[in-house]
Protein backbone atom coordinates (compact mmCIF):
# COMPACT_ATOMS: atom_id res chain seq x y z
CA UNK A 1 0.00 0.00 0.00
CA UNK A 2 1.42 3.38 -1.47
CA UNK A 3 0.68 6.36 1.14
CA UNK A 4 -1.48 8.84 -1.23
CA UNK A 5 -1.79 12.58 -0.34
CA UNK A 6 -5.28 12.04 0.50
CA UNK A 7 -4.55 9.43 3.31
CA UNK A 8 -1.24 11.77 3.94
CA UNK A 9 -3.06 14.79 4.55
CA UNK A 10 -6.22 13.29 6.65
CA UNK A 11 -3.64 11.92 9.21
CA UNK A 12 -1.64 15.23 9.28
CA UNK A 13 -5.12 17.56 9.96
CA UNK A 14 -5.76 15.00 12.33
CA UNK A 15 -3.19 14.98 14.80
CA UNK A 16 -1.04 18.46 14.17
CA UNK A 17 -3.14 20.38 16.44
CA UNK A 18 -2.47 17.76 19.13
CA UNK A 19 1.12 18.29 19.07
CA UNK A 20 1.36 21.81 18.31
CA UNK A 21 3.98 20.73 15.78
CA UNK A 22 4.36 20.72 12.13
CA UNK A 23 3.92 17.28 10.86
CA UNK A 24 5.38 15.80 6.86
CA UNK A 25 4.53 12.50 6.39
CA UNK A 26 6.50 11.39 3.16
CA UNK A 27 5.81 8.31 0.98
CA UNK A 28 8.66 5.55 0.18
CA UNK A 29 9.98 7.64 -2.52
CA UNK A 30 11.14 10.41 -0.30
CA UNK A 31 8.27 12.84 -1.30
CA UNK A 32 6.23 14.78 0.60
CA UNK A 33 2.81 13.92 0.71
CA UNK A 34 1.19 15.09 3.60
CA UNK A 35 2.31 18.26 5.40
CA UNK A 36 0.85 21.14 7.65
CA UNK A 37 2.93 23.62 5.57
CA UNK A 38 1.31 22.95 2.17
CA UNK A 39 3.79 24.56 -0.21
CA UNK A 40 6.11 21.44 1.39
CA UNK A 41 3.90 19.03 -0.45
CA UNK A 42 5.08 17.24 -3.11
CA UNK A 43 8.84 18.27 -2.96
CA UNK A 44 11.66 15.84 -2.37
CA UNK A 45 12.95 15.27 1.31
CA UNK A 46 16.12 14.12 1.39
CA UNK A 47 16.56 13.26 5.07
CA UNK A 48 12.88 11.34 4.29
CA UNK A 49 14.85 9.15 1.61
CA UNK A 50 17.88 8.47 3.97
CA UNK A 51 15.81 6.73 6.64
CA UNK A 52 13.83 4.62 3.66
CA UNK A 53 17.40 3.39 2.79
CA UNK A 54 18.56 2.92 6.14
CA UNK A 55 15.18 2.46 7.71
CA UNK A 56 16.71 4.35 11.20
CA UNK A 57 15.80 7.20 12.35
CA UNK A 58 17.42 10.39 11.76
CA UNK A 59 17.27 13.42 13.87
CA UNK A 60 18.50 16.94 11.89
CA UNK A 61 19.64 20.22 13.33
CA UNK A 62 19.54 23.20 11.98
CA UNK A 63 22.81 23.35 11.34
CA UNK A 64 22.76 20.02 9.26
CA UNK A 65 19.19 21.11 7.23
CA UNK A 66 20.89 23.54 5.37
CA UNK A 67 23.27 21.11 3.64
CA UNK A 68 20.23 18.74 2.54
CA UNK A 69 17.68 18.85 0.24
CA UNK A 70 13.86 19.94 0.88
CA UNK A 71 14.85 19.58 4.55
CA UNK A 72 14.02 21.11 7.58
CA UNK A 73 15.26 20.55 11.57
CA UNK A 74 13.51 17.87 13.04
CA UNK A 75 12.79 14.01 13.69
CA UNK A 76 11.96 11.56 11.01
CA UNK A 77 11.20 8.26 11.61
CA UNK A 78 10.53 5.21 9.23
CA UNK A 79 6.70 3.97 9.19
CA UNK A 80 6.08 0.36 8.92
CA UNK A 81 2.89 -1.46 7.28
CA UNK A 82 2.84 -5.18 7.50
CA UNK A 83 6.54 -5.49 8.47
CA UNK A 84 7.39 -3.14 5.06
CA UNK A 85 8.86 0.51 5.24
CA UNK A 86 6.10 2.66 3.52
CA UNK A 87 7.12 5.85 4.71
CA UNK A 88 8.43 8.35 7.14
CA UNK A 89 6.56 10.70 9.52
CA UNK A 90 8.52 13.70 10.85
CA UNK A 91 8.21 16.60 13.33
CA UNK A 92 9.77 19.88 12.36
CA UNK A 93 11.77 21.27 15.26
CA UNK A 94 15.00 20.95 17.00
CA UNK A 95 15.34 17.80 18.13
CA UNK A 96 16.05 18.16 21.98
CA UNK A 97 12.30 20.05 21.48
CA UNK A 98 10.40 16.88 19.24
CA UNK A 99 12.09 14.33 19.94
CA UNK A 100 9.06 13.14 23.11
CA UNK A 101 6.78 13.41 20.38
CA UNK A 102 8.22 11.15 17.99
CA UNK A 103 7.70 7.56 18.57
CA UNK A 104 4.08 9.02 19.75
CA UNK A 105 3.97 10.04 16.51
CA UNK A 106 5.14 7.32 14.94
CA UNK A 107 2.76 4.70 16.53
CA UNK A 108 -0.21 6.53 15.70
CA UNK A 109 0.43 6.97 12.11
CA UNK A 110 1.18 3.52 12.07
CA UNK A 111 -2.24 2.78 13.71
CA UNK A 112 -4.09 5.13 11.26
CA UNK A 113 -2.55 3.48 8.18
CA UNK A 114 -3.59 -0.28 9.30
CA UNK A 115 -7.25 1.11 9.29
CA UNK A 116 -7.00 2.57 6.18
CA UNK A 117 -5.43 -0.81 4.96
CA UNK A 118 -8.01 -2.63 6.75
CA UNK A 119 -11.05 -0.34 5.52
CA UNK A 120 -9.47 -0.90 1.61
CA UNK A 121 -8.97 -4.34 1.71
CA UNK A 122 -12.83 -4.80 3.22
CA UNK A 123 -13.69 -2.55 0.50
CA UNK A 124 -11.65 -4.58 -2.44
CA UNK A 125 -13.61 -7.46 -0.71
CA UNK A 126 -16.83 -6.18 -0.99
CA UNK A 127 -16.69 -5.00 -4.67
CA UNK A 128 -15.27 -8.69 -5.68
CA UNK A 129 -18.47 -9.88 -4.17
CA UNK A 130 -20.74 -7.38 -5.74
CA UNK A 131 -18.87 -8.40 -8.95
CA UNK A 132 -19.75 -12.19 -8.43
CA UNK A 133 -23.68 -11.65 -7.76
CA UNK A 134 -23.87 -9.41 -11.13
CA UNK A 135 -22.01 -11.97 -13.27
CA UNK A 136 -24.52 -14.52 -11.65
CA UNK A 137 -27.35 -12.34 -12.93
CA UNK A 138 -25.55 -11.56 -15.81
CA UNK A 139 -24.78 -15.36 -16.84
CA UNK A 140 -20.95 -13.99 -17.23
CA UNK A 141 -19.82 -17.55 -16.36
CA UNK A 142 -17.34 -18.86 -18.45
CA UNK A 143 -16.08 -22.00 -16.21
CA UNK A 144 -19.05 -23.10 -14.09
CA UNK A 145 -16.66 -25.47 -11.57
CA UNK A 146 -13.98 -22.35 -11.21
CA UNK A 147 -17.14 -20.03 -10.76
CA UNK A 148 -18.70 -22.28 -7.48
CA UNK A 149 -15.25 -22.58 -5.97
CA UNK A 150 -14.94 -18.65 -6.21
CA UNK A 151 -18.14 -18.27 -4.32
CA UNK A 152 -16.96 -20.95 -1.86
CA UNK A 153 -13.87 -18.71 -0.85
CA UNK A 154 -16.11 -15.56 -0.55
CA UNK A 155 -18.24 -18.31 1.98
CA UNK A 156 -20.87 -18.63 0.02
CA UNK A 157 -22.60 -22.33 0.14
CA UNK A 158 -23.60 -22.10 -3.76
CA UNK A 159 -25.68 -25.51 -2.90
CA UNK A 160 -28.65 -23.87 -1.07
CA UNK A 161 -31.69 -22.37 -2.56
CA UNK A 162 -32.09 -18.90 -3.64
CA UNK A 163 -34.25 -16.32 -4.36
CA UNK A 164 -33.68 -13.24 -6.41
CA UNK A 165 -35.32 -9.61 -5.26
CA UNK A 166 -35.01 -6.40 -6.69
CA UNK A 167 -34.87 -3.85 -4.65
CA UNK A 168 -35.80 -0.03 -5.72
CA UNK A 169 -35.20 3.34 -3.26
CA UNK A 170 -37.55 6.10 -3.66
CA UNK A 171 -37.34 9.62 -2.34
CA UNK A 172 -34.23 11.40 -1.67
CA UNK A 173 -32.09 10.22 1.54
CA UNK A 174 -31.66 13.14 3.95
CA UNK A 175 -29.64 13.15 7.13
CA UNK A 176 -31.58 15.77 9.00
CA UNK A 177 -32.32 18.40 6.18
CA UNK A 178 -28.40 17.86 4.95
CA UNK A 179 -28.33 16.63 1.38
CA UNK A 180 -26.20 13.46 1.03
CA UNK A 181 -23.56 13.09 -1.81
CA UNK A 182 -24.69 10.21 -3.88
CA UNK A 183 -21.54 7.95 -3.03
CA UNK A 184 -22.56 8.46 0.76
CA UNK A 185 -26.25 7.58 -0.20
CA UNK A 186 -25.28 4.57 -1.95
CA UNK A 187 -23.12 3.46 0.77
CA UNK A 188 -25.54 4.17 3.86
CA UNK A 189 -28.40 2.02 2.09
CA UNK A 190 -26.45 -0.86 1.04
CA UNK A 191 -25.11 -1.24 4.62
CA UNK A 192 -28.94 -0.44 5.38
CA UNK A 193 -29.53 -3.76 3.41
CA UNK A 194 -27.14 -5.87 4.45
CA UNK A 195 -28.04 -5.11 8.32
CA UNK A 196 -31.31 -6.30 7.68
CA UNK A 197 -30.26 -9.06 5.36
CA UNK A 198 -27.50 -10.25 7.67
CA UNK A 199 -27.84 -13.93 7.10
CA UNK A 200 -23.79 -14.53 5.43
CA UNK A 201 -25.51 -16.34 3.00
CA UNK A 202 -27.34 -13.83 1.94
CA UNK A 203 -26.10 -12.27 -1.70
CA UNK A 204 -26.26 -8.70 -1.94
CA UNK A 205 -25.06 -5.85 -3.94
CA UNK A 206 -25.74 -2.26 -5.57
CA UNK A 207 -27.09 -2.46 -9.21
CA UNK A 208 -26.80 1.65 -10.34
CA UNK A 209 -28.58 4.14 -9.23
CA UNK A 210 -31.36 3.27 -6.37
CA UNK A 211 -31.05 -0.92 -7.45
CA UNK A 212 -30.16 -3.26 -5.29
CA UNK A 213 -29.27 -7.28 -5.30
CA UNK A 214 -30.02 -9.68 -2.85
CA UNK A 215 -29.95 -13.27 -3.64
CA UNK A 216 -32.15 -14.48 -0.72
CA UNK A 217 -31.04 -17.67 1.37
CA UNK A 218 -33.97 -19.94 2.25
CA UNK A 219 -34.60 -23.23 3.42
CA UNK A 220 -37.89 -23.77 1.59
CA UNK A 221 -39.15 -23.33 -1.84
CA UNK A 222 -42.89 -22.85 -0.89
CA UNK A 223 -44.01 -19.99 -1.76
CA UNK A 224 -46.01 -18.66 1.40
CA UNK A 225 -43.24 -19.89 4.01
CA UNK A 226 -41.13 -16.60 1.60
CA UNK A 227 -44.06 -14.54 1.57
CA UNK A 228 -44.20 -14.56 5.79
CA UNK A 229 -40.49 -14.82 6.03
CA UNK A 230 -39.97 -12.02 3.71
CA UNK A 231 -43.21 -9.68 5.23
CA UNK A 232 -41.41 -9.70 8.31
CA UNK A 233 -38.26 -8.62 6.94
CA UNK A 234 -39.80 -5.65 5.13
CA UNK A 235 -41.15 -4.52 7.83
CA UNK A 236 -37.28 -4.04 9.88
CA UNK A 237 -36.35 -2.71 6.56
CA UNK A 238 -38.94 -0.29 6.41
CA UNK A 239 -38.59 0.97 10.24
CA UNK A 240 -34.48 0.97 9.41
CA UNK A 241 -34.80 3.49 6.40
CA UNK A 242 -37.35 5.52 7.74
CA UNK A 243 -34.40 7.73 9.50
CA UNK A 244 -33.30 8.47 6.00
CA UNK A 245 -37.08 9.51 4.75
CA UNK A 246 -36.20 6.61 2.17
CA UNK A 247 -39.01 4.33 0.92
CA UNK A 248 -38.47 1.05 -1.08
CA UNK A 249 -40.32 -1.89 -3.52
CA UNK A 250 -38.63 -5.09 -3.73
CA UNK A 251 -39.55 -7.57 -6.59
CA UNK A 252 -39.39 -10.85 -5.94
CA UNK A 253 -38.89 -13.82 -8.16
CA UNK A 254 -39.64 -17.65 -7.87
CA UNK A 255 -36.89 -20.25 -7.43
CA UNK A 256 -35.60 -22.10 -9.71
CA UNK A 257 -32.64 -24.56 -9.56
CA UNK A 258 -29.40 -24.01 -10.18
CA UNK A 259 -27.50 -20.64 -11.49
CA UNK A 260 -29.33 -20.31 -14.70
CA UNK A 261 -32.68 -20.23 -12.03
CA UNK A 262 -31.36 -17.45 -10.03
CA UNK A 263 -30.63 -15.50 -13.52
CA UNK A 264 -34.45 -16.15 -14.16
CA UNK A 265 -35.53 -15.69 -10.87
CA UNK A 266 -33.78 -11.88 -11.02
CA UNK A 267 -35.80 -11.22 -14.39
CA UNK A 268 -38.84 -12.20 -13.08
CA UNK A 269 -38.32 -9.95 -9.78
CA UNK A 270 -37.28 -6.59 -12.11
CA UNK A 271 -40.13 -7.26 -14.82
CA UNK A 272 -42.84 -8.22 -11.35
CA UNK A 273 -41.65 -3.86 -10.47
CA UNK A 274 -41.90 -2.71 -13.75
CA UNK A 275 -44.90 -4.19 -14.56
CA UNK A 276 -46.53 -3.32 -11.59
CA UNK A 277 -44.92 0.61 -11.94
CA UNK A 278 -47.00 0.31 -15.11
CA UNK A 279 -50.00 -0.66 -14.17
CA UNK A 280 -50.22 2.46 -11.41
CA UNK A 281 -48.91 4.78 -13.62
CA UNK A 282 -47.20 6.66 -11.09
CA UNK A 283 -50.96 7.50 -9.53
CA UNK A 284 -50.17 5.50 -6.17
CA UNK A 285 -47.45 4.36 -3.87
CA UNK A 286 -46.02 1.03 -4.95
CA UNK A 287 -46.75 -2.20 -2.73
CA UNK A 288 -43.64 -2.67 -0.59
CA UNK A 289 -43.03 -6.40 -1.74
CA UNK A 290 -44.73 -7.30 -5.59
CA UNK A 291 -44.13 -10.71 -5.51
CA UNK A 292 -44.07 -12.36 -9.16
CA UNK A 293 -46.14 -15.45 -8.91
CA UNK A 294 -48.71 -12.87 -7.65
CA UNK A 295 -49.44 -11.20 -10.95
CA UNK A 296 -47.76 -14.24 -13.05
CA UNK A 297 -50.88 -13.73 -15.40
CA UNK A 298 -49.94 -10.28 -16.32
CA UNK A 299 -46.30 -10.88 -16.42
CA UNK A 300 -47.07 -13.64 -18.85
CA UNK A 301 -49.92 -11.26 -20.90
CA UNK A 302 -46.95 -8.74 -20.85
CA UNK A 303 -44.90 -10.90 -23.14
CA UNK A 304 -47.90 -11.81 -25.86
CA UNK A 305 -47.28 -9.87 -29.18
CA UNK A 306 -50.17 -7.04 -29.00
CA UNK A 307 -51.30 -8.56 -32.21
CA UNK A 308 -51.99 -11.80 -30.11
CA UNK A 309 -53.99 -9.95 -27.52
CA UNK A 310 -56.06 -8.03 -30.27
CA UNK A 311 -56.86 -11.37 -31.73
CA UNK A 312 -57.79 -13.05 -28.39
CA UNK A 313 -60.08 -9.58 -27.53
CA UNK A 314 -61.94 -9.85 -30.98
CA UNK A 315 -62.74 -13.84 -30.22
CA UNK A 316 -64.04 -13.06 -26.82
CA UNK A 317 -65.80 -10.25 -27.66
CA UNK A 318 -67.09 -11.09 -31.27
CA UNK A 319 -70.99 -10.44 -30.20
CA UNK A 320 -72.88 -7.39 -32.00
CA UNK A 321 -71.87 -4.39 -29.50
CA UNK A 322 -70.02 -6.45 -27.25
CA UNK A 323 -67.21 -4.13 -27.56
CA UNK A 324 -68.99 -1.54 -25.85
CA UNK A 325 -68.76 -2.94 -22.34
CA UNK A 326 -64.96 -2.43 -22.36
CA UNK A 327 -65.72 1.77 -22.64
CA UNK A 328 -68.48 1.17 -19.56
CA UNK A 329 -66.41 1.90 -16.46
CA UNK A 330 -68.91 0.98 -14.40
CA UNK A 331 -69.40 -2.51 -15.82
CA UNK A 332 -65.88 -3.06 -16.03
CA UNK A 333 -65.02 -1.78 -12.51
CA UNK A 334 -68.03 -4.12 -11.23
CA UNK A 335 -66.65 -6.88 -12.95
CA UNK A 336 -63.40 -6.88 -11.34
CA UNK A 337 -64.39 -6.61 -8.10
CA UNK A 338 -66.91 -9.47 -8.76
CA UNK A 339 -64.27 -11.52 -9.27
CA UNK A 340 -61.55 -10.03 -6.64
CA UNK A 341 -64.56 -10.79 -4.49
CA UNK A 342 -64.64 -14.70 -5.45
CA UNK A 343 -67.91 -14.36 -7.42
CA UNK A 344 -69.47 -12.94 -4.16
CA UNK A 345 -72.44 -10.79 -5.03
CA UNK A 346 -72.65 -9.41 -1.52
CA UNK A 347 -69.57 -8.91 -0.96
CA UNK A 348 -69.18 -6.88 -4.45
CA UNK A 349 -71.97 -4.78 -3.31
CA UNK A 350 -70.39 -3.71 0.09
CA UNK A 351 -66.89 -3.03 -1.63
CA UNK A 352 -68.73 -0.80 -4.22
CA UNK A 353 -71.26 0.87 -1.52
CA UNK A 354 -73.99 -0.47 -3.95
CA UNK A 355 -76.96 -2.80 -3.28
CA UNK A 356 -77.15 -6.57 -4.52
CA UNK A 357 -79.87 -5.77 -7.07
CA UNK A 358 -77.48 -3.21 -8.58
CA UNK A 359 -74.56 -5.28 -8.69
CA UNK A 360 -76.99 -8.67 -10.29
CA UNK A 361 -78.19 -6.03 -12.65
CA UNK A 362 -74.90 -4.55 -13.98
CA UNK A 363 -73.24 -8.87 -14.49
CA UNK A 364 -76.81 -9.26 -16.29
CA UNK A 365 -75.97 -6.28 -18.36
CA UNK A 366 -72.60 -8.02 -18.95
CA UNK A 367 -74.11 -11.23 -19.97
CA UNK A 368 -75.94 -9.73 -22.15
CA UNK A 369 -73.92 -7.47 -24.25
CA UNK A 370 -71.54 -10.07 -24.58
CA UNK A 371 -72.99 -13.22 -24.22
CA UNK A 372 -70.81 -14.65 -21.86
CA UNK A 373 -72.15 -15.39 -17.77
CA UNK A 374 -69.82 -13.98 -15.26
CA UNK A 375 -71.55 -16.92 -13.15
CA UNK A 376 -70.19 -19.41 -15.09
CA UNK A 377 -66.70 -21.02 -14.65
CA UNK A 378 -65.36 -20.71 -17.76
CA UNK A 379 -67.43 -17.88 -19.18
CA UNK A 380 -65.76 -15.83 -16.15
CA UNK A 381 -62.42 -17.03 -16.57
CA UNK A 382 -62.86 -15.34 -20.17
CA UNK A 383 -63.59 -12.23 -19.44
CA UNK A 384 -60.85 -12.31 -16.25
CA UNK A 385 -58.30 -12.89 -18.89
CA UNK A 386 -59.76 -10.32 -21.53
CA UNK A 387 -59.77 -7.68 -18.66
CA UNK A 388 -56.74 -8.53 -17.98
CA UNK A 389 -55.43 -8.11 -21.51
CA UNK A 390 -57.20 -4.85 -22.33
CA UNK A 391 -55.37 -3.38 -19.50
CA UNK A 392 -51.85 -4.87 -19.94
CA UNK A 393 -52.37 -3.86 -23.46
CA UNK A 394 -53.20 -0.16 -22.54
CA UNK A 395 -49.92 0.03 -20.59
Not at 155 to 184: C, P, W
Request: negative net charge; proline residues 3%; aromatic residues 6%.
Amino acid sequence: MEITHEYAQSIVEKTKDLLGKNINIMNSLGIIVGSGDKSRIDTYHEGAAEVIKTGKSMEITSEQAEKLEGVKPGVNLPVYLNDRIVGVVGITGEPDEVRPFGQLLKISVETMLNQIFLSEQLRMEQNAKELYVNDIINGNIQDINAFLTKGQVFGFDMTIYRIALAVKIKESINTGHKKLASQEIQEKILACIKNVFNNPQHMVSHNGSNNYIVLYATDETDPEFIKEELSKTAEILKRNLSKYSATFSIGVGSYYPGLAGIRKSYKEAVKALQLQEKILKGSQMLPELIFASDIALEMMLSAVPEEIIDTYIDQVVSKGEAKTFLKDTKLTTTLKTYFSSNLNISKTAKTLNVTRNTVSSRLEKIKELTGLDPSDFNDALKLDVLLRAVYIKEI
